[in-house]
């Protein structure tokens, strides 16, 4: 079956830290991923995707992800935290192969320390 | 342009009343989506639309009904609200299949 894990619910930076936020998915086919990010109150927002090509893409918000095949995963980096970074983030996986349905992950929630 | 926009954006129902949400993309997209929101659980797709005229089962439909009447808009219907169905609700809309899906605002249902 197809699924998108998130294994951290929750995880506390400090302001200037590194990040990571951990994607594995389980799919057919390589699928194409996208991280959003959700501030509280709000709608998501795309942060990045991958459809095909260079495995380390660059979105926005100084924000990259490396799709590698080897481990089903596609983990978001950041080096240096903002404190406007905390938020919840979600990894989806879109649909390829006549299906129309996205999955997205239990989400990750982002706290940052000042 | 305003992208994708939910009415209403908060809502309280008693169990049994039953209630419309609505959702409208400006930006000409074929697909269009209705999620839910839980704690812990993600985004879970109840129905959705590739087209005009056109609806779909997502992966929790029980409860719901969609119609896609003009491509622009994208409606949720409640017939019998239950407190199972208090969550937030988010429609999205697609301009194919391979793009990234863009959000509303969101709708926060009680029902109690």
């Known amino acids: 079956a197809q699924s998108v894990t998130q294994p951290d619910i929750h995880i506390t930076v400090s302001e200037g830290a590194s990040l990571e936020l951990r994607c594995n998915y389980s799919y057919g086919a390589t699928p194409y991923l996208f991280w959003y990010v959700q501030s509280p109150g709000q709608g998501l927002q795309l942060l990045l995707k991958y459809f095909s090509g260079d495995t380390l893409v660059q979105g926005i918000k100084g924000f990259e992800a490396e799709f590698k095949r080897s481990q089903s995963s596609f983990n978001l980096r950041k080096p240096s935290v903002h404190w406007s970074d905390a938020a919840e983030y979600f990894c989806?996986?879109?649909?390829?192969?006549?299906?129309?349905?996205?999955?997205f992950g239990t989400g990750t929630r982002l706290k940052v320390l000042a | 342009n305003a992208g994708v926009t939910q009415t209403p954006k908060f809502r309280v129902l008693k169990t049994g009343q039953s209630m419309t949400l609505l959702c409208a993309q400006d930006?000409?997209?074929?697909?269009m989506y209705w999620y839910r929101q839980d704690p812990g659980m993600g985004l879970r797709l109840i129905h959705y639309s590739v087209g005009e005229g056109t609806t779909a089962k997502g992966e929790v439909p029980d409860g719901y009904n969609v119609s896609r009447l003009k491509k622009q808009n994208f409606l949720l219907g409640l017939e019998s609200a239950a407190p199972s169905q208090t969550s937030v609700y988010f429609c999205?809309?697609?301009?194919?299949?391979?793009?990234?899906?863009?959000f509303g605002p969101g709708t926060r249902l009680t029902v109690l």
């Open positions: 999205a809309s697609g301009g194919a299949v391979v793009n990234e899906q863009f």
């Open positions: 989806a996986v879109g649909p390829r192969g006549g299906t129309y349905k996205y999955i």
């Open positions: 930006m000409n997209h074929e697909y």
